[in-house]
């Protein structure tokens, strides 16, 4: 329970590595919050710790060595967030930025493709901000993958 089969520092750089190359995929993939996931999104997250546990440990199965690395991730995570808060430029990298996706009542074609968004996700944030395409000023995919419709005024 407590012999560890790999040094510590090796679980760390094993974390830290994982940790990274995880999150260049997740922003590789796209723009959707836990809650916009659907059902192949959220299998794909399931199947995904499960490909990359024995990685992290790499066949250690000892108590410590499963603290180290969970430590190691909440370490990891944490310092990615005070860099993002500190530096925009990190931020962007990280999170990314807001697509203009529509102006004018019409969405672009091309670009909504590129965010693999759907007509009906569409249609959905024109009804949740209650505004009729025409009335549609401008619309963008934000960072954490919601939609934002702003109004022409009236």
């Known amino acids: 329970m407590f012999d560890m089969d790999v040094p510590w520092w090796e679980l760390v750089v ?4 994982v940790y990274l190359l995880l999150l260049v995929m997740v922003r590789i993939s796209g723009r959707r919050t836990v809650g916009q996931f659907t ?3 959220l299998l794909v997250v399931v199947l995904l710790s499960e490909a990359v546990s024995n990685s992290l440990t ?3 199965q000892s ?4 603290l180290i690395v969970a430590a190691t991730l909440v370490a990891i995570n944490s310092v990615v967030a005070l860099l993002s ?3 925009q430029r990190f931020e962007k990298l990280v999170d990314g930025s807001a697509v203009l996706i529509g102006r ?3 969405f672009f074609d091309r670009i909504v493709r590129q965010c693999r968004l759907s007509e009906s996700n569409l249609e ?3 009804r949740e901000h209650d505004c009729p395409r025409p009335q549609m000023k401008c619309a963008f ?3 954490d993958g919601e939609i934002t419709i702003l109004r022409n005024p009236q």
């Open 14 to 17: 094993r974390g830290l590595a």
């Open 124 to 126: 959905e944030a024109l």
């Open 58 to 60: 790499g066949g250690d």
């Open 63 to 66: 108590l410590i060595g499963g």
């Open 104 to 106: 004018d009542g019409v």
């Open 39 to 41: 059902p192949f999104d």
């Open 85 to 87: 808060s500190r530096s």
């Open 141 to 143: 995919l934000e960072a």
